[in-house]
């Protein structure tokens, strides 16, 4: 489907974070969501940040090489926890994270054909006043099928997981300063600042 190869890396990996390219599926169905996320395990200390990082940071990004036809969608982000260094407040991902992104396949794939798709992740990883950009070829090739398995388990888990995380509108309160009138959104656990996008 791509005039060229591309080597299956599914991860990236040195002393500060594990990145990996997962499918919650084993094959892709013509005309169907294809549900991928960038899953970041990150060493004791590191933080990689949210799409408002906060006083300082910037969030994971990521740019697609996708086959004809197929669109990727936005990172959905999973609620963050607040990060203290000093007078400097952001907000991050410790630990584990895993950030769900819907891509869609045309409906004029034909079964029995592969389908790379191919991620240029990008990152800040953090720890106190110390941080490092990372980046990463990730690619998954995936058959076409007319049924679209699940993934193992433990990939299964983690995107459940995620969207267990992801906050819900009704979970959200927006508010007016009676002095200045700005918008305060109020999320579980944070809170954030008008300007949060």
Known sequence: ILPFEIPAVLQFRDERATVRLLAEQTAIRPGSSLALALDFELAEHWHVYWRNPGDSGEPPSVRWTLPKGFVAGEIEWPIPEKVQTGPILNYAYSRHVTFPITVEAPATLAAGERAPLRAKARWLVCRAEECIPGEADLAIELPI?????????????????????????????????????????????????????
């Open 145 to 197: 099928a007319n049924e679209a398995p699940p993934s193992d388990a433990r990939t299964t888990a983690l995107f459940a997981a995620a969207r267990a995380r992801l906050p819900r509108v009704e979970d959200a309160i927006i508010e007016r300063d009676p002095n200045t009138g700005d918008p305060t959104l109020t999320l579980p656990s944070i809170r954030v600042e008008d300007g949060a996008r």
